[in-house]
């Protein structure tokens, strides 16, 4: 019953954006620090944000910074993913996971199934 539940993937065309969103099943998101992951095809996955409970603290991947803003709502029990700017090399399956330390190379207890993004013209 635990569960995470991402959306907001899809094809967007180099230059556009995408707003991912995190939304958890059976727990509320205020407890936990969550990240966000992508995978592409052949590739390992790598951390690309992350965000403290409270949301006052924030780290991205260099190849997403000042491009990439995550956030969160905790009234609303949401995280989300905005991706400005987006280019080929971000697509790939994204992933949001729930753990109790903010960090891209953190343990995290939780994670969603994933959502494709695609990067195209």
């Known amino acids: 019953q635990l569960q995470l539940v991402e959306s907001g993937g899809g094809l967007v065309q180099p230059g556009g954006s995408l707003r991912l969103s995190c939304a958890p099943s059976g727990f509320t998101l205020d407890y936990y620090a969550i990240g966000w992951f992508r995978q592409a095809p052949g590739k390992e996955r790598e951390g690309v944000s992350c965000?403290?409970?409270?949301?006052?603290?924030?780290e991205y991947a260099e190849s997403v910074k000042g491009r990439f803003t995550i956030s969160r709502d905790n009234a609303k029990n949401v995280v989300y993913l905005q991706m400005k700017s987006m280019n080929p090399e971000d697509k790939g399956v994204y992933y949001c996971?729930?753990?109790?330390?903010?960090?891209?190379?953190?343990?995290?207890?939780?994670w969603g199934q994933g959502t494709q993004v695609t990067v195209s013209s």
């Open positions: 996971a729930a753990g109790w330390v903010a960090g891209m190379n953190a343990e995290y207890a939780h």
């Open positions: 965000i403290t409970k409270s949301g006052g603290f924030t």
